[in-house]
């Protein structure tokens, strides 16, 4: 149990968002009540027209804060390639096969049967790159959460 900072209601630890390994300090239903106070589409409208107008500021400032934490993005990079190597294999594999024409891509999913206009191609087992399912972003979205089998 965890206590909302907001509301002081105390609430399981899944009624709150997780922010790195760590649990917010506000419950998820105060955490969007706050969230949709501030975003607003006047709110949103302003930030879109800042961004346009001071589009080289925003970038140095990101290419500052690259600069400064360097070491901890490739340290964070690393770990993720690591991990994540054998699906990185794969992907790329099915690219290469998508050029050369060694794998088409359908019109529709393989598991719903929608004619949709973005197929993924999903690896059951990275081991074997080529042998994919050919889902729509839903089912994909499904597969990878583990909800269909």
């Known amino acids: 149990m965890r206590t909302c900072t907001r509301c002081g209601e105390?609430?399981?630890?899944?009624?709150?968002?997780?922010?790195?390994?760590?649990?917010?300090?506000?419950?998820?239903?105060?955490?969007?009540?706050?969230?949709?106070?501030?975003?607003?589409?006047?709110?949103t409208a302003k930030a879109r027209i800042y961004r346009l107008a001071n589009r080289d500021?925003?970038?140095?400032?990101?290419?500052?804060?690259?600069?400064?934490?360097?070491?901890?993005?490739?340290?964070?990079?690393?770990?993720?390639?690591?991990k994540k190597g054998l699906a990185r294999q794969a992907h790329w594999k099915v690219a290469a096969a998508l050029r050369a024409g060694q794998l088409v891509r359908p019109s529709a999913c393989s598991h719903c049967g929608r004619n949709e206009k973005h197929i993924d191609?999903?690896?059951?087992?990275?081991?074997?790159?080529?042998?994919?399912l050919w889902l729509c972003r839903s089912c994909h979205r499904d597969f990878d959460m583990g909800r269909t089998a």
């Open 10 to 43: 105390s609430k399981p630890e899944t009624d709150f968002y997780r922010n790195g390994p760590r649990l917010h300090s506000h419950c998820k239903e105060c955490f969007n009540t706050a969230h949709l106070r501030i975003m607003t589409p006047e709110m």
């Open 57 to 82: 500021k925003i970038a140095a400032q990101a290419r500052r804060r690259r600069e400064r934490h360097r070491d901890k993005i490739k340290a964070t990079h690393r770990v993720w390639r690591q």
């Open 121 to 132: 191609a999903h690896h059951p087992d990275h081991a074997k790159p080529l042998e994919v």
